[in-house]
Structures are given as structure tokens and as C-alpha cells.
């Protein structure tokens, strides 16, 4: 039991980013912009020493299990979350969030509950609702179907830009908690969990869960992680030299997007406890290699610093109420081996 199995593609997926690659290149970028595609976010130039950052996510099929609990307004949060958690790796504060429904037939209670959260988030994450749109589309999605997209915008100092160009071998990867799945690999968990493996109702308890149900479980909303990475970068005690947001992909793919050629992200996946609800997934006969290749693990959002700076970046998060894991260290690529 596989992602791919499941119908999602993590290796085409990036073969597609390749190509996005391959034909801006061969086009040249008709604009200047800085940073790389594929990266988490886009930068563009603005002058004054500034530029804009931008970047685009949706919630993907944890919609699926939305619509069959009747819950929505996470959903709004997972929205908002998705985008600026990509837009806080580089440094960037938010500035505005759109929002673009699509949907067979335009359900005004169901909306509702989703533009609640999407509101709570922003504010949250310090940015504004500037707009959206909303895309009634019958013969394109069934009458009660729809997707969710989301568009975020902040603002960079050119001067602190966190591309991760001064990682260097030995430094130190430390992350904060996850409240579960967030929002990736839900095609999985659904066959896992719900269409083969276990098949578990939504409102079942299963036992490793403590009590809770499967749906609250998998509807906890995405941690949005701005005010997080604010701090950070705001510690004059501390140098962050890198941040990742750990969506599909797992940890090592998205923290080696940061990290330059010639090494790769070591992690220690018994440093931490894992949330009860991987092990449920696993037990449904998901493989260890998967299970990291896909989620999260608990592992929600990632700094990267200098081993000088450890101490200095756990006190700054624990400032603001977090409860940040050291799980791995920068190696050389054939150490990884």
C-alpha cells in the first residue's frame, strides 16, 4: 500500500517541476525575479531593497473527508496554511491571501464555514483577505464537489532572505510539532484508512487515537507557523540559515530543497514521538519508507542553524509557546548513504 497505488505520483510530480523548469529557461523570464523555481516560494524584485514573495497551494483531497464529515471551517485554515507556511521559509511576511473556489453548485452554508476559517487564519498570519473568486462550473464537478485554491503575497528584505546558500555540513535541523496530517498525502490515508486497508468509520475510536474520533483526528486543521518563523528571524541572537515546510514529500525531500548541492538533510526519526494517528496509518501495512517519503511524521515546519546557534533558537521559540525538536543534522551526500 503506496501513494502511487493510491494515484498520486510523487516521482512524475517532480518530473513535471523539471519541465516547468526546462521551458522557462529555454523562454528566459521576461521579468527579472530571483530564487529558484520549484522552490517554495517565488521572489520578485520590487527595488528599495525589497521584493515580493509568492507562492500558490490548495487543500488537495483532505476535502474528500471534509464533505463526508460535514466538516468545513478547518478547511479554510488548512487554505491559508498551506500558502504562507511555503512563504515564511524564505523570510517573507504576508501581506494579502486570495482565495479561488470551484465547486459543482455553489453551497452558501458550506462556504460560509470556509471563509470563517480562511479569516481566522489570515488573521493569525497577520495578512489581509484582499479577495478570490468563486467558480460555480455544473458538468465540471458534481453538485455538492469542490476545490479550493489559495494564493499568498508577502514582503522580503533583500538583506534577509533565507535561501539556505550558507548551510554548511554539521549544522543543526530542528522542527516544530504537527498537529497530525496537516494537509498532504490524504489520497493515502483515505485507502489506508478508509476505502481498503482498515476501513474504519469516521466516527469510530480507534484505541491508539485516546478517545478521539478518526474524523476530528484527521479534520485538525494545518498549523499555520508565520508568527513562528517571525520570531526566528527577528532574534538578533540567531542565524537562520534555512526553513522548510513539511508538506508532500516528506521531511528529507523538503528539507534537501533548501539545502545546496553536495549535502542532504540526516534525520534521526526516533527523536521524536510520532502522533498517534501515523501509527494507526502504518498499521494499515504502509511501509516505514513510505510513511516518510509522504507525511509529516510530526515534524510540521523545519529551522536550520549553525550548531553555535541551537540553544539560542530553542529559547526563541519557546517564547512564543513552542516546543521545538532537534530530529537531524547537514551531511556531506555520500554520508547519507
Known amino acids: 500500500m503506496d501513494y502511487r497505488s493510491a494515484g498520486v505520483d510523487i516521482e512524475e510530480g517532480d518530473a513535471w517541476v523539471q519541465i516547468v523548469k526546462r521551458s522557462i529557461e529555454r523562454r528566459g523570464r521576461a521579468l527579472p525575479s530571483a530564487g529558484a523555481i520549484g522552490g517554495f516560494s517565488g521572489l520578485f524584485p520590487i527595488g528599495g531593497g525589497r521584493s515580493l514573495a509568492a507562492c500558490c497551494d490548495g487543500v488537495g483531497t483532505k476535502l474528500a473527508i471534509g464533505e463526508a464529515t460535514g466538516m468545513f471551517r478547518g478547511l479554510g485554515q488548512d487554505l491559508v496554511a498551506m500558502s504562507v507556511n511555503d512563504l515564511a521559509t524564505c523570510g517573507a511576511s504576508p501581506l494579502f491571501f486570495l482565495d479561488y473556489i470551484a465547486c459543482g453548485r455553489l453551497d452558501v452554508r458550506k462556504m460560509e464555514s470556509v471563509l ?3 479569516l481566522d487564519a489570515c488573521e493569525e498570519s497577520g495578512c489581509a483577505l484582499l479577495g478570490g473568486e468563486t467558480a460555480e462550473m455544473p458538468g465540471i464537478y458534481p453538485p ?5 485554491a489559495g494564493f499568498a503575497v508577502g514582503l522580503a528584505d533583500d538583506g534577509k532572505i533565507v535561501d539556505g546558500s550558507g ?12 498537529s497530525g496530517v496537516h494537509s498532504n498525502g490524504f489520497s493515502l490515508v483515505r485507502r489506508a484508512l478508509l476505502d481498503d486497508g482498515l476501513k474504519l468509520p469516521l466516527g469510530s475510536k480507534p484505541e491508539p487515537l485516546g478517545g478521539a474520533t478518526l474524523a476530528e483526528t484527521l479534520m485538525k486543521p494545518t498549523r499555520l507557523y508565520v508568527r513562528q518563523a517571525r520570531a526566528a ?8 540559515k534555512g526553513m522548510a515546510n513539511i508538506t508532500g514529500g516528506g521531511l528529507e525531500a523538503n528539507i534537501n530543497r533548501v539545502i545546496p548541492d553536495g549535502l ?8 521524536w514521538e510520532r502522533p498517534a494517528i501515523f501509527r494507526l496509518i502504518e498499521s494499515a501495512g504502509v511501509e516505514e519508507a513510505e510513511m516518510r517519503k509522504v507525511f509529516n511524521l510530526g515534524a510540521g515546519y523545519v529551522f536550520i542553524v549553525s550548531r553555535d546557534d541551537e540553544r539560542r533558537l530553542f529559547d526563541a521559540l519557546e517564547a512564543v509557546g513552542e516546543s521545538p525538536m532537534a530530529i537531524g543534522t547537514v551531511v556531506r551526500a555520500r554520508a547519507s548513504k
Open 116 to 118: 470563517e476559517g480562511i
Open 167 to 178: 548551510i554548511n555540513e554539521g549544522d543543526v535541523i530542528i522542527a516544530l510539532p504537527s
Open 233 to 240: 528571524m527577528d532574534s538578533t541572537e540567531v542565524k537562520v
Open 144 to 148: 455538492g464537489g469542490f476545490d479550493l
Open 264 to 271: 542532504v538533510s540526516r534525520i534521526d526519526y526516533e527523536s
